[in-house]
């Protein structure tokens, strides 16, 4: 069973940064994908940004230029950089990995962002 545990989440001004980490129980090179999602309060969960095994990547465009994705195989984590934090970037923030078998998700990281 893969684990997905996210850390780095918490409170921040308008403007500022957080780098968010993504840990998972086994290789994340065995996954298709990994990805980052978020969920305001009342609103559906949506993709942030993705990654790919090949290091292809993907994000929303609310995020595009101010968030950045990476993976680091040897340490089996996903990151998500997030620059220039704007109060609509609040939210819980979750990791999923996309396996040939299925996708597993971690419990979220909180994100808040003070105006």
């Known amino acids: 069973q893969v684990q997905l545990v996210e850390s780095g989440g918490g409170l921040v001004q308008a403007g500022g940064s957080l780098r968010l980490s993504c840990a998972a129980s086994?290789?994340?090179?065995?996954?298709?994908?990994m990805g980052w999602y978020r969920q305001a309060p009342g609103k559906q969960r949506e993709l942030v940004a993705r990654?790919?095994?090949?290091?292809?990547?993907y994000y929303t465009y609310s995020v595009k230029g101010r968030f950045t994705i990476s993976r680091d195989n040897g340490k089996n984590t996903v990151y998500l950089q997030l620059n220039s934090l704007k109060p609509e970037d609040a939210g819980v923030y979750y990791c999923?990995?996309?396996?040939?078998?299925?996708?597993?998700w971690g419990h979220g990281t909180q994100v808040t962002v003070s105006s």
């Open positions: 999923k990995a996309e396996g040939y078998s299925g996708d597993y």
């Open positions: 086994g290789s994340i090179f065995s996954f298709n994908a």
């Open positions: 990654i790919t095994s090949g290091g292809n990547t």
